[in-house]
């Protein structure tokens, strides 16, 4: 695994490095060096996995802001739709579902996002199917590192991890050319 980040203000490369994977171990080692580089670590964009944001907080402290990945959670999101066509009435409600949680995380204000938690509210009390269940868990869980870039907006941190994953398909088209 190559650990990468980005500074999103500059667009540079910190630091970077190779790993087995993105472990524990291997993630605190990551965070320990850009932390020896005097580098100034206010807040994270991420995807999903859980382990990058607690190695990050261990080495730079819990005041760390996490965004999570709002595309990458929506993917996850939808990977719990039933693909059973005898399901299609109930995946076209999960899916309206997942249009209501995008309309929060991806909103431009913080006052836009909670009008649309108020019509998610509104939504998720009419059904009780047990995903539906699992979803709002999942958002509930989730819904301060989805919304960071709304919480602190005089950070303007994006809501998508969309610059490293540019990065990365750039150098695999790179290395196979």
């Not at 836009?112 to 979803?135: G, H, M, S, W």
């Not at 919480?151 to 809501?159: F, I």
């Amino acid at each position: 695994r190559w650990l990468c980040g980005v500074d999103y203000g500059t667009g540079d490369l910190p630091h970077y490095t190779l790993a087995d994977s993105e472990n524990m171990v291997d993630l605190v080692i990551y965070f320990k060096t850009l932390k020896t580089m005097n580098y100034c670590l206010i807040a994270l964009v991420c995807d999903g996995n859980p382990l990058i944001p607690r190695a990050a907080k261990f080495v730079f402290g819990k005041q760390l802001i996490v965004q999570r990945c709002t595309r990458h959670f929506l993917e996850d999101l939808r990977r719990l739709l039933p693909t059973d066509e005898t399901q299609k009435e109930e995946r076209i409600k999960l899916e309206q579902l997942i249009v209501h949680i995008k309309s929060v995380i991806e909103a431009d204000t913080l006052d836009e996002a909670i009008d649309c938690l108020v019509v998610l509210k509104q939504y998720t009390e009419k059904f009780k199917n047990p995903l539906i269940r699992k979803i709002i868990k999942l958002f509930q869980t989730t819904k301060v590192e989805l919304t960071a870039h709304l919480l602190h907006p005089e950070l303007k941190l994006p809501h998508t991890s969309n610059d490293i994953e540019n990065l990365f398909r750039q150098l695999m088209l790179r290395l196979r050319s």
